[in-house]
């Protein structure tokens, strides 16, 4: 028998109706209930939390993080199954995986349907991760949904309401799931695992900032004003702002916040190929670019990296590290 544990935190395939609208209450022995189990495979439940996934706080995904290696201490467990809301999802996956140092599989899944409804999603879901979590091995942390197992790195939700809600639109999924079998399709690029850090008294601000036509530089500037240590430019095109949005990040990496530059476009790498404001000027300010990851995993790289290091050098360090298996980031011609 596969020793499969099971860790509950909430999200829609934990959600009842609740009047007015659905929100997460079942605890995880009744969101398991809903499934079949998988010949060969016997589950442990663990009740972490039960919410909502928006309502999410890095003392949560910390907490699961932490949950997730005292797990997997027992030699006798061949892998996780992690059930979530699908909003934050992609955030708390790609956490776990930045820290993840272990052939077992843990793995991310949840529904587009709440708990009971006809049809739902959710139980095929949770059917084909225990699958998943019982078969393959060195592949780092996983995302099953609708039949399709995805790299937890780059996979984002990309449809609100679909059943086939991630994908990474920069690169390919893993494997699939069907006819009682996992198929590996490729091997995810990792970087080093970073360590495990410390639950903080006070969880670190780290914001994200959205250039657009006619932005300026001030809700940056507030991001600093109110604290934080780390801010995600999210620019446009391969990675383009304003000489205003330059002369702010180099006020914020000479203060020693650490800051990424991502791009609002779906897919394709961050790239050094504009001045006046482009990427060229922005990285040259102390912007760190984020490869091919969007606004919500870039975050999550720049989190680790404030909490795993001290000082802006070790932080900028860290940070690059996490985001060692991205694209390389293209050179002007």
Known sequence: MARIVLISTGGTIASRWQGSGYAADAHGD????????????????????????????????LTLLRTVHEVLTDPGVDGIVVTHGTDTLEESAFLLDLHHDDPRPVVFTGAQLPMGTADGDGPGNLYDALLTAATVRGLGVLVVFDGKVHAARGTVKVRTLAPDAFAD???HRVGD????????????????????????????????VMHHSDADPV???????????GVVLVATGAGNATPEFV???????AAGVLVALTTRVESGPVAEIYTHGGAVDLVAAGAVPTGTLRAGQARI?????????????????????????????????
């Open 169 to 171: 639109p920069s690169g």
């Open 30 to 61: 009744e969101v398991m209930e809903t499934a079949a189990v998988p010949e060969g495979v016997e589950v442990e439940v663990v009740d972490l939390f039960s919410v909502n996934s928006p309502r999410l706080t890095t003392r949560h995904q």
């Open 301 to 333: 790289a720049v989190l680790a990296a404030v909490l795993g290091a001290d000082g802006p050098q070790g932080r900028t360090a860290l940070l690059r590290r996490a985001l060692a298996a991205e694209t390389p980031v293209l050179a002007a011609a």
């Open 219 to 229: 809700l940056l500037r507030a991001a600093l004003a109110a604290g934080a240590q």
């Open 177 to 208: 799931v069907g006819f009682g079998s996992a198929v590996v399709l490729r091997q995810p690029r990792r970087p080093a695992v970073l360590a495990v850090p410390e639950l903080p008294s006070a969880s670190p601000r780290v914001d994200v």
């Open 247 to 253: 002369e702010a990040v180099a006020e914020a990496t």
